[in-house]
């Protein structure tokens, strides 16, 4: 590569994009940024965008993180979160690292695994973006068949649900159905503003355990 990207500043917030990307130069531009760092990609038929964060950004990625966490974990379902890992496909040349990243009914399939590669292992059942400083792609998304993509856009939660190969919005969540989770996320990340995120996180889960214990009666 022309560009050396270990010299290139991105400030926090903005982007950069870079057109006529080939696939091996997309490799060696992810080779060359490491995976330790700040940035976030996105790769899709040449295109490669390059974008860093606001600190507010990662702030309510942490807290809807931590919230779907406690989710599962009350729930007793076991699931890997696995961050802003690189999914990629080269036959479909597109790429993406989301804010965050969920396996939850096909968690067993890659338990212990150092790797994903989605020509054999299935994509993150649960994808989350935050869209304060980039725009989410949800055609990559739906090439790489991740069923359920959540967006928190301007201090709202958007479910989307994977139907034929396109993105549907939906009132409740696939993996967790029946749970009025697009109003109760942002209840308590709003209060955790101001509660703080300990108290935040045992008031959410006694939220999530009488909601279970009135559907159950």
Request: aromatic share 6%.
């Amino acid at each position: 590569m022309l560009l050396e990207l270990n010299r290139l500043t991105v400030p926090a917030g903005q982007r950069v994009l870079l057109s006529g990307v080939n696939w091996q130069e997309f490799e060696t531009i992810l080779d060359e940024l490491g995976e330790h760092r700040a940035a976030r990609i996105a790769y899709d038929n040449g295109i490669l965008e390059i974008m860093t964060p606001l600190p507010e950004h990662e702030d309510n990625k942490e807290i809807i993180s931590d919230l779907l966490k406690a989710l599962l974990e009350e729930l007793d379902i076991e699931f890997r979160s696995l961050g802003s890992t690189t999914f990629k496909n080269e036959g479909m040349t597109k790429g993406i690292e989301p804010d965050q990243c969920f396996y939850i009914q096909n968690e067993a399939a890659i338990r212990g695994k150092k790797r994903i590669d989605l020509t054999v292992d299935p994509p993150p059942d649960l994808a989350l973006e935050i869209d304060i400083t980039s725009r989410t792609h949800p055609s990559i998304y739906e090439a790489l068949g991740v069923r359920e993509l959540w967006r928190f856009e301007q201090g709202k939660l958007q479910i989307n649900l994977l139907q034929n190969g396109k993105y549907i919005e939906s009132k409740t969540s696939h993996n967790f159905p029946n749970l009025p989770l697009r109003e109760g996320i942002i209840h308590y990340l709003k209060q955790s503003q101001t509660l703080g995120r300990n108290k935040t996180m045992k008031a959410f889960r006694a939220w999530v355990r009488e909601l279970l214990k009135t559907s159950s009666q």
